[in-house]
């Protein structure tokens, strides 16, 4: 089972400032097939991100995803008020696994 | 767009089989690039995946469920579904259905389901 870390746990940012959240990976993720969800209190996932860097259908351009190999990152680079959520990556180069998920909240 | 909902007892009691359904509309459910999928979040924690199916009823599960879960379609109704068997507290999650996008083995999940909570409480 490929296991994913992500940090920091929790982020704490003011809107319209940058966020990096980072997704590391126990073994190389095939492909880079690496996937970034957002989750609201309530609401299913979201999906943003796939195949590492592509983001999804709909999602804004402040989205963006990097990375290779084991090390991956979501950046957000203005924060919205509805950006403000927890983030989970996901690989599906295996069996899917999630990470634990890293929350963005208000300062 | 594509939708899914799931539907089925929001209680179940220790040891019985919990039976979920999840029904898709807006898209086409036998299209071959993709899987069907139950997800589930444990409350207050992460996102575990519990398997999925393809139209032609191949099937992938995680194994840390140790075959208590079966995942079945049915291409009539436009449906699949979820039973986990031998249920206990542990299992007390919301469940999600999900559409996977696929062009291998594996795959993201593109569409979800607005979730189901099931209590396992006696």
């Known amino acids: 089972e490929v296991v994913l870390t992500q940090s920091p746990g929790t982020l704490s940012l003011s809107p319209g400032e940058r966020a990096t959240l980072s997704c590391r990976a126990s073994?190389?993720?095939?492909?880079?097939?690496l996937a970034w969800y957002k989750q609201k209190p309530g609401q299913a996932p979201r999906l943003l991100i796939f195949?590492?860097?592509s983001r999804a259908t709909g999602i804004p351009d402040r989205f963006s995803g990097s990375g290779s190999g084991t090390d991956f990152t979501l950046t957000i680079s203005r924060l919205e008020p509805e950006d403000f959520a927890v983030y989970y990556c996901q690989q599906y180069g295996t069996s899917p696994t999630f990470g634990q998920g890293t929350k963005v909240e208000i300062k | 767009q594509v939708q899914l909902q799931e539907s089925g007892p929001g209680l179940v009691k220790p040891s019985q089989t919990q039976s979920l359904t999840c029904t898709v509309s807006?898209?086409?459910?036998?299209?071959?690039?993709?899987?069907w999928s139950w997800v589930r979040q444990h409350p207050g924690k992460g996102l575990e995946w519990i398997g999925y199916i393809h139209y032609s009823g191949k099937t992938y599960y995680n194994p840390s469920l140790k075959s208590r879960a079966t995942i079945l379609v049915d291409m009539s109704k436009n449906q699949f579904s979820l039973k986990l068997s031998s249920v206990t507290a542990a299992d007390t999650a919301v469940y999600y259905c999900?559409?996977?996008?696929?062009?291998?083995?594996?795959?993201?999940?593109?569409?979800w389901g607005q979730g189901i909570l099931v209590t396992v409480s006696s």
């Open positions: 807006g898209g086409s459910f036998s299209s071959g690039g993709f899987y």
């Open positions: 073994q190389s993720v095939t492909s880079n097939y």
């Open positions: 195949g590492a860097s």
């Open positions: 999900a559409r996977v996008y696929t062009s291998g083995w594996h795959g993201f999940f593109d569409y």
